[in-house]
């Protein structure tokens, strides 16, 4: 039951269970109103309005007590809510903090960012303004029927029974309108895409005189678009005519029993009159319900996806006390390392290295090889499938993964940056750093000269994803923010073409300064990096083909001395 | 507390929030003009003042202490740092009470302000090519604040109507593009109006803001000139010989109504003496209605025109359906009556029962007969919506398929699509079922018994009246929520995405989202918990059980005192407890209308985007193998006032190379965008062989032009027709021998069904991969004018000397202009063409350019990198 699940997220069990009872108090007392009906409505129509004053007094006092008793659910409900509200966000950040990055696809990415954006709200809104009317709804129905059984039996049992069959037909119909609902976003949604693509070869189908719809993919697939459109009513029809109908005959069906009841003599007219009157009060939360339906359709989105953070897998800690980096041991060291995005295609099948204490370590190879998967892996972005990344002589998994981050620079492929001023971005690299070493860093990454060109300097914003800065000056924000943090073990991943010749050679000093100190791993795809490694290892198929020293593997003339004449080639290539 | 009267007394039962507005300071602008700055500590807390925005102030009525008045009065250059804010008033004769407090304000007097139910400027989106503004000196504060708001760009026409001498020393506003006119007040209410000439208005936006009769003139002229409703706003600032708000027109500038002739409107005396001809001739000439059908702001309304009549009709349908299906309760009405005067043994009980079944099935039939016409109706109606948006797409510049609009595109063809799908297929039907079943009920609980139907209605007034105090209570709230929501939007955005840099550098942002998603929650809670009280209210005002409880005390004593027949409780038993909370509902229905309809504007508002001209004759070019082009005096810039390119004159050879150089910025990819024809030239013309551009067909123009640039667009195709795109019927012999032209067919070999695969989530290609097919897609079009952008050379480090080595295979043989980004890749073109802010500076061999000083040799010299290699 999506009740208990959405409440279930609430940490305050006292207050859930307070919830849950006041709501049963509350239907009850709806419940009796409603049966408070039969004996008013029946002196009101037999002895005229004297005779029902005392219970119409009932009534009155019934009503009352509904309210008292709604408020109170209504601030349990509340409490709850506002729980949920300040507490859910930040649990949904813990987890994101502690997930492999493998974890997200593109839609589990947005369906995170909803989730940290609008869940607090929209469950707090939801136990608040859904749940209580929804479940007393729910409880209030069965109850009129059990105190049915006590005035006229028959009549109760076709109202207990009413009551499943009208919730399957609710049922029944919210799935059929879902259903309806989902194959027409397929359809539109694979139409959509052909459109897309249309525009973007516009060029090429308008060459080829193809741009119309007759006759071409788009055309067939805006047919078939048409087509599934058509086969809707199947699910719309009953979507959205059987729950009325089922609701009428079920009043019908009750309305005749108690005219039954009547005319077997068994009840005055009057009271007839009342039951039937009754029996309309019975059918009204239902219609309720139909109602709310979408809402809580929308309420199931919200909780799938807070439960898909929530229950997605985390980065545990192995040991029971995390370790502490040893001195001694070499910077990087992997043994045997597997590892693969989806089972049975392994990235890396098995991959050893070791990166000495203050060397650079290139890794090179051809596109797809699993180079910067192999980064991911060391920043545990990833786990391992099998074999292990030694950090400073353990395990990364046997790291408080704050602890391993803090020991690691990096400079990666995708730099991001915040909506923030450069400083701030900078400044993230250590966040304690004086002013004077910020300003080192990011002249040593070659960041002054942009700073300088900025009209706000230092403050300028970056925009959202540094959008406000081009390609290479990202780079160097993100090169700042390394050299400012100056991690024992570097990992860079060089973009492509993102500084120029002059630049880099800076930005390339600047980063071997430390050299000794520090080791470096890079994907490397500049020959002048290569070169400059201690060590290549050269990845090929996720195994590693070759490693040794740039010139020893070049003088070997195996695969890496292949690649590097393709290289040289391509660098002195000239059109025409 | 002063007596405010009626208007009053409603705006603080609707929760009107009043904030104390103390003099700092007044100016004297001129002699009948002063400004008067305000210090307004409780002003800014509210909803942000927007240009234009305007107060209701309470002022005190000069011969009746004790009461006192209301009028607008709008807001000018807020500072919420300060918490002041300024007011212009014109001191006018005669004087009222605002114009006569303002006249003797002095520093330290207090004046109450209220902002319910008050509005602003707001620029409407798309934004227009125009704007046009109407009023006189006591609507000049909100249009000098609007004239401050507007773009630099746009052109706006001020018409201003003098009323006293010195109305225009009053100080307007500059703005670049802004032509203002005053004119004298005649008496002829009409005379504003007849100054807005005759011509082409369309996507203009009005701001009417005048003397109420004028107003009307100038609304009714506009109506005539085509200005759809929405994009004429009109609001009366004054009323000429009466006071502004006494009398019917108790609030400020009430809407003018829109329809009928004006003239013969009795509100306006002075209009009598004016002749009477004038209107007619006037709307005739305007062309009337059918002059909006270019309007943008329209577009909507013409993609959903031939929808409109079937719409209404399925209304229609559906208000009968609704009856229909509310008949059983009234034969359970009558079942009812029939109990109680005859008992059970009454007889036609067992027919009712079958009438009511009968009705039930009759009701399901029809209803479900719509649904299904409806379904009909929308898949049609997609299906060919769709097919206007792919043949569009046909026929706009290649140049206006950006990135943003392929986003408008997906938009239009998705979610658009959908919306408007859910509008005839659930939301019109929803909205009048919602509506009508309610309405028929109240109507017929009226027709039973007045007095008890008018006891009903008060929940539902009583609802109206919390809730609007609700929405009142919080709209400073309110408009604090749509700042978060952006805020914590952005930023959940970004620290999702920037997830490896949160890890790596632990504190920083994350710990700040952090606390930025705290500090969102405890102004969520500090919002709604004072509310939750009285939305619980709220809530339990609409309860079915108090209606009934309402209908039963009310009632009963009615049975009692004979005014009602006890039978008559009947159907308000039945009927009368729901139907409150039925109407409320309907609300939620036109929400869903609004969407769709806003997304029928968007789908609509694709369609007509400018298009590329076709020739209506094209012209052949002549049987020729290589092409030579020719720019002879091309200038063209993205805006009017920005060229990108100015006098550009160059020749493009057969079988030769031409590289563009030049500065970030220079114009090189505008060049060669120009060249497939991406815009048109704003100025001189592009030949191939001597005919321009403009005059070849799309398709002979793309078989001679091709290109291959940076970003590949691969379909979820097969291979094979991948390559063949631009030459279908190509056989796969064909195929294969450009794919090892340009070095691709190994990889396509290697894929699980070679040139049968298809392309997609199964099948990815690297870059360099994909960039080795699009070359093989050009090769296959053999066009024989190439452009070519060189980075697509270094797409993929990898395998950049495959993609090298398959786009020597593709220029050779060609008119080939190429983008350049590293010299040193096109030292051997035949010719080098040097840009620099938008003009040629250079042209000639490497070896000739690197000869000379110039622009040329800096830039080979500034990229001078000496290949670094081993040993
Ligand atoms: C939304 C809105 C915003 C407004 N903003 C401003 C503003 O920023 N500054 C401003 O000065 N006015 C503004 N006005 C106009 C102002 O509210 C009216 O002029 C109002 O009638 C003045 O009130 P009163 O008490 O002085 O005169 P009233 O009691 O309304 O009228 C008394 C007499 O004065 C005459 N009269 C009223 N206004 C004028 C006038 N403008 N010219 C000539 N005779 C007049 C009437 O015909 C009447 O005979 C605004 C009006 C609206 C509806």
Redesign the pocket.
């Known amino acids: 039951m999506m009740i208990f699940d959405v409440l279930r997220l609430a940490g305050d069990r006292a207050a859930v269970v307070r919830y849950l009872v006041l709501l049963v108090v509350s239907a009850a007392v709806r419940a009796g109103a409603v049966l408070t009906l039969v004996p008013l409505l029946g002196a009101l129509f037999s002895a005229g309005p004297g005779a029902a004053a005392g219970w119409i007094a009932l009534l009155a006092a019934l009503v009352a007590a509904g309210w008292a008793a709604d408020r109170a659910v209504a601030a349990a409900g509340f409490a709850i809510g506002f729980e949920l509200l300040s507490g859910m966000e930040a649990r949904v950040v813990d987890r994101l903090q502690r997930i492999p990055l493998g974890w997200f696809t593109a839609g589990r990415r947005a369906e995170a960012q909803r989730a940290l954006t609008s869940s607090g709200r929209e469950l707090c809104q939801g136990v608040a303004h859904l749940l209580t009317p929804v479940a007393g709804a729910l409880i209030t129905p069965p109850l009129i029927g059990a105190g049915l059984l006590l005035v006229a039996w028959p009549l109760g049992l076709v109202a207990l029974a009413a009551a499943p069959v009208l919730l399957g037909a609710m049922w029944a119909s919210g799935r059929c309108l879902r259903a309806a609902d989902d194959a027409y976003t397929a359809a539109s949604a694979e139409a959509g895409q052909r459109v897309i693509e249309l525009a973007q070869a516009q060029p090429a189908l308008r060459a080829a005189g193809r741009t119309g719809v007759r006759g071409t993919a788009v055309g067939r697939a805006l047919d078939r678009q048409r087509s599934a459109a058509l086969r809707l009513i199947g699910f719309s029809l009953p979507g959205q005519v059987l729950f009325g109908l089922a609701t009428q005959a079920a009043l019908l069906g009750l309305v005749a029993t108690a005219v039954v009841l009547g005319v077997t003599g068994e009840l005055g007219g009057a009271q007839v009159v009342a039951l039937v009157i009754v029996a309309v009060r019975f059918a009204e939360p239902f219609a309720t319900l139909a109602e709310l339906s979408p809402a809580m359709e929308a309420l199931r989105g919200t909780l799938t996806r807070v439960r898909s953070v929530l229950d997605a897998p985390v980065l545990g800690a192995d040991a029971p006390a995390p370790v502490v980096p040893d001195p001694g041991a070499p910077a990087l060291e992997l043994r045997d390392v597997r590892f693969g995005h989806e089972p049975g295609r392994d990235v890396l099948a098995g991959v050893s290295f070791t990166v000495e204490r203050g060397t650079t370590t290139a890794i090179v190879g051809p596109s797809g090889a699993g180079k910067s998967t192999l980064l991911a892996l060391v920043a545990r972005f990833h786990e391992a499938r099998e074999g292990s990344v030694l950090v400073a002589g353990h395990d990364v998994r046997r790291y408080d993964p704050a602890a391993l981050m803090g020991g690691l620079g990096i400079v990666f492929q995708d730099v991001y940056l915040f909506d923030a001023s450069l400083y701030d971005n900078v400044r993230l690299g250590d966040p304690d750093a004086p002013d004077e070493r910020v300003r080192e860093a990011a002249s040593a990454a070659r960041l002054d000269e942009v700073i300088e060109r900025l009209p706000d300097g230092w403050d300028t914003r970056v925009g959202e994803r540094g959008a406000a800065l081009s390609g290479g000056e990202r780079q160097r924000v993100s090169i700042a923010r390394a050299l400012l943090k100056d991690a024992p073990l570097l990992l860079l991943d060089e973009a492509t073409a993102a500084l120029d010749a002059a630049n880099e050679r800076a930005v390339v000093a600047a980063l071997e300064s430390a050299a000794g100190r520090r080791a470096t791993v890079v994907v490397a795809h500049r020959l002048s990096t290569i070169a400059r490694a201690d060590q290549v290892v050269f990845l090929e198929d996720g195994r590693v083909a070759e490693a040794g020293a740039p010139a020893e593997l070049l003088a070997r003339g195996g695969r890496f001395a292949a690649y590097w004449r393709q290289r040289e080639q391509a660098a002195a290539w000239t059109l025409a | 507390m002063a007596s405010r009267g009626y208007a009053g007394a409603m705006m603080k039962t609707f929760g009107a929030v009043e904030h104390t507005l103390t003099v700092a300071a007044v100016d004297d602008v001129t002699p009948h003009y002063r400004r008067i700055t305000f210090d307004a500590p409780t002003l800014f807390d509210g909803q942000p003042i927007e240009p234009a925005s305007?107060v209701r102030l309470w002022?005190p009525d000069p011969r009746r202490p004790g009461r006192e008045?209301q009028?607008?009065?709008?807001l000018l250059d807020p500072d919420p740092e300060t918490r002041r804010v300024s007011?212009?008033?014109?001191i006018?004769?005669?004087?009222?009470?605002?114009?006569?407090w303002a006249a003797q304000a002095g520093t330290g007097d207090t004046v109450q302000v209220t902002r319910w139910a008050?509005g602003h400027f707001a620029p409407p989106d798309p934004a227009p090519d125009g704007y046009l503004l109407v009023g006189?000196?006591?609507?000049l504060?909100?249009i000098n604040a609007i004239l401050a708001a507007l773009p630099d760009t746009a052109e706006v026409r001020v018409h201003l109507e003098r009323?006293?001498e010195h109305d225009t020393l009053i100080p307007v506003t500059p703005h670049p593009r802004a032509t203002v006119t005053w004119q004298p007040a005649t008496g002829d209410p009409a005379a504003l109006a007849d100054a807005i000439e005759e011509r082409d208005w369309s996507n203009w936006y009005a701001w009417v803001?005048a003397?109420s009769a004028a107003t009307k003139h100038v609304r009714a002229r506009l109506k005539d000139l085509g200005f759809p409703r929405g994009d004429a706003k009109a609001?009366?600032?004054?009323?000429?010989?009466?006071?502004?708000?006494t009398g019917r027109d108790h609030t400020?500038?009430e809407e003018t109504p829109t329809t009928g002739t004006t003239r013969n409107h009795p509100a306006t005396p002075t209009a009598a003496g004016a002749p009477a001809g004038a209107s007619a001739g006037r709307a005739g000439s305007g062309g009337s209605a059918a002059a909006s059908a270019g309007w943008r702001s329209r577009a909507g309304a013409r993609l959903l025109a031939p929808l409109r009549g079937r719409l209404l009709l399925a209304g229609a349908f559906q208000a009968v359906v609704s009856l229909v299906q509310l008949a059983p309760y009234l034969l359970l009405v009558e079942l009812c009556r029939r109990l109680l005067t005859a008992g059970p043994q009454a007889e036609g009980l067992a027919g009712l029962g079958v009438g009511a079944l009968a009705l039930m099935g009759g009701g399901a039939a029809l209803a479900g007969l719509l649904v299904a016409a409806m379904h009909v109706l929308d898949a049609r109606f997609g299906h060919r919506v769709r097919a206007d948006v792919v043949g569009k797409l046909a026929r706009l510049p290649l140049g206006w398929f950006t990135e943003r609009s392929s986003g408008r595109v997906k938009q239009a063809v998705q979610d658009d699509a959908e919306s408007v799908h859910y509008l005839v297929t659930h939301a019109v039907l929803d909205v009048v079922a919602a509506l009508v079943a309610p309405l028929a009920v109240l109507v017929y609980l009226f027709t039973v018994s007045p007095a008890l139907a008018a006891v009903l209605l008060a929940p539902l007034l009583a609802y109206l009246v919390m809730s609007a105090r609700m929405v009142q209570a919080s709209a400073a709230e309110l408009a604090g929520f749509t700042v978060w929501e952006r805020r914590v939007g952005a930023e959940a955005v970004s620290y999702v995405d920037g997830l490896t840099v949160v890890r790596a550098y632990d504190a920083g942002p994350a710990g700040g989202f952090r606390a930025l998603l705290g500090e969102r929650a405890r102004f969520l809670e500090r919002w709604q918990r004072p509310l939750v009280r009285r939305r619980t209210a709220v809530d339990l005002v609409t309860r079915p059980l108090t209606s009934l409880l309402l209908i039963v005390v009310a009632g009963a004593p009615m049975a009692a005192g004979g005014l009602l027949a006890t039978a008559d409780l009947l159907p308000f038993l039945l009927l009368g407890a729901t139907f409150g909370s039925q109407l409320l509902a309907a609300a939620f229905g036109l929400g869903s209308v609004r969407d769709a309809l806003a997304a029928a504007r968007r789908i609509g508002l694709l369609l007509v985007e400018p298009e590329l001209p076709e020739p209506r004759l094209p012209r052949p070019l002549p049987g020729a193998a290589g092409r030579t082009v020719r720019f002879e005096g091309v200038g063209f810039g993205y805006d009017a006032r920005r060229p990108v390119l100015s006098g550009v004159d160059l020749e493009f050879a057969p079988g030769t190379v031409t590289a563009l150089v030049g500065p970030s910025g220079a114009g090189k990819s505008t060049l060669a965008a120009l060249l497939a024809r991406f815009h048109d030239v704003d100025a001189g013309r592009i030949t191939v062989d001597g005919v321009d551009l403009r005059e070849l067909s799309q398709a002979e123009l793309h078989r001679t032009v091709g290109f291959v640039f940076q970003d590949v667009s691969l379909l979820r195709a097969s291979v094979h027709d991948n390559i063949a795109l631009a030459r279908p019927n190509a056989s796969r012999e064909e195929v294969e021998r450009v794919a090892r032209a340009a070095h691709v067919h190994d990889r396509i070999a290697r894929l699980p069904d070679g040139y049968d695969t298809v392309l997609g989530e199964r099948a990815r290609l690297s870059g360099g991969e994909a960039q080795r097919l699009t070359i093989a897609r050009a090769l296959l079009a053999d066009a024989p004018v190439l452009v070519l952008d060189e980075a697509t050379a270094f797409a993929d480090p990898e395998s950049e000397h495959l993609v090298q080595r398959a786009i020597s295979e593709l220029v050779a043989g060609r008119t080939v202009v190429v983008i350049a980004h590293r010299l040193h890749t096109i030292t051997g073109a035949d010719a080098i063409v040097v840009l620099d802010g938008g003009r040629v500076v250079q042209r000639g061999t490497h070896e000739t350019l690197l000869a000379a000083p110039g622009l040329y040799r800096d830039l080979w010299q500034a990229a001078a990198a000496p290949l670094e290699t081993l040993t």
């Open positions: 305007w002022v008045h009028r607008g009065y709008t007011i212009e008033f014109l006018h004769e005669p004087a009222g009470p605002a114009s006569a008050s006189d000196a006591a609507s504060p909100g009323h006293q803001t003397e609001r009366a600032y004054w009323i000429r010989g009466q006071a502004m708000g400020p500038g």
